[in-house]
């Protein structure tokens, strides 16, 4: 993550460890501040929600590509409906691989180098064995 983004997060964290219940209650009650503060917890929860979005779309399309291996390992060999379901079964592996890669380049682009943690969570299934 890069030092400026590090610090963003790590400003608009601490400004809500330090108040209290009853002041978070009141802050909510006021008009919103505007201010570098301001903008700078939007900045971090629009980065959070990108991500968040990013991940979902990735989720949706795993699973899928998931239920289209399933109803492939139902499929007699040879038929046409199993010609069918390995086309869908590609394209929707390849939208996964795409929303992957998505995610990946959004993590990059705020400093997030280490994609291990992504890897192990969104695992793209293999492709399936030709006929």
Request: net charge positive; proline share 5%; aromatic share 2%.
């Amino acid at each position: 993550m890069t030092d400026r983004i590090r610090e963003l997060l790590e400003r608009v964290g601490a400004e809500g460890a330090q108040t209290t219940e009853h002041e978070r209650m009141l802050r909510e009650r006021l008009p919103p501040r505007r201010g570098l503060r301001s903008v700078e917890r939007e900045i971090a929860a629009e980065i959070a929600s990108s991500l968040g979005r990013a991940g979902s779309k990735l989720e949706a399309a795993l699973e899928s590509v998931r239920a289209t291996a399933v109803a492939l390992a139902e499929a007699a060999s040879g038929s046409a409906e199993r010609r069918v379901l390995l086309q869908r079964y590609e394209e929707e592996r390849a939208l996964a691989e795409r929303r992957l890669r998505d995610l990946l380049i959004q993590r990059e682009a705020i400093g997030l180098r280490n994609h291990a943690d992504v890897h192990r969570r969104y695992v793209i299934p293999p492709r399936p064995p030709s006929e």
